[in-house]
């Protein structure tokens, strides 16, 4: 279906979220992630119980949220959504936790930047449905446990590797989310056109579809300003002129990178010529936080091959250098 006339003239947020795809069938790419997610669900549906505790891992803007929307979607449960960052305190988790209903879908965003307290408690809400609450302080504290009606956790985390083993090992079910290819970013791509009533070539869509860094959330980002300079600048519709223009404005580059992911390979490059650095040093060095360039950038930059993570630090390719323009240095044999 398309958009209410609210939602396509709504703001950026509004669209993001009309955008999402609202059935596992509409989700684009992802194959494998959908096939096993879909099993899981429809297990679940026939036996007439809550799925497994779900966790999704992938970079920023691939589909976490949307495919836990879907996952209660599909199972016509509510969805609670909440993040790890929100929850500081151990109490903040009880009273979420207490306040669930039976097959409930609890979404936690950023879950690998929950405190520890808040982790030990939901090892045991996830395994035996039950919190422990504490009433008092000090030595004449003590725990009252509390039944929680059975539940379905999605958890999602940019890497898995950040969660601690115990608290991965209770999850039923883990989907990698990879970055999408060009093919996969032209359907998306065309779907949102034709929501927002955004008229595009074919070869137009192709071109956003090449510079989206693999991800669909850019992908939107990019339509919604080639079709304000389409709007302004030419007659309303997006050809391969008009994105051009706007991806050359908005400094996206010929392989999608963006400021930042050139800034961690210019840096790396030609100030400490090609490595081995260690991640804080390169994020001091383009003026980011540690999580952003490890989360964020780098994903995208290992994927291209223009950045190898090893153990003594972070190395350009040959491939990096390249791209910047410049001559790699010999390397000194090892
Ligand atoms: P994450 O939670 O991983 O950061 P989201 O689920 O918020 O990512 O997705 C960002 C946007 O990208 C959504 O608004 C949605 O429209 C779009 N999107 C993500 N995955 C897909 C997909 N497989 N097919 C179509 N659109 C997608």
Known sequence: GSLTAAEAEGDERTIEAALRPRTLEEVVGQVRVRDQLGLVL?????????????LLSGPPGLGKTTLAMIIAAEMTAPLRLTSGPAITHAGDL???LSGLNQDDVLFIDEIHRMSRPAEEMLYLAMEDFRVDVIIGKGPGATAIPLEIPPFTLVGATTRAGLLPGPLRDRFGFTGHL????????????????????????????AEIALRSRGTPRIANRLLRRVRDYAQVRADGVVTLAVAHATLDLYEVDRLGLDRLDRAVIDVLCRRFGGGPVGV????????????TVEEVAEPFLVRLGFLARTPRGRIATPAAWEHLGLTAPKLPDS
């Open 280 to 291: 804080s040093t390169l994020a001091v060095a383009v003026g980011e936080e540690r999580e």
């Open 42 to 54: 429809e297990a679940a549906r026939q036996r007439g119980r809550a799925p497994d505790h779900v």
């Open 178 to 205: 990879e970055f999408y290819d060009p093919a996969e970013l032209d359907l998306i791509i065309h779907r949102s056109a034709d929501l927002l009533g955004v008229r595009l070539t074919d070869e137009g869509a």
């Open 94 to 96: 009880a009273a979420i």
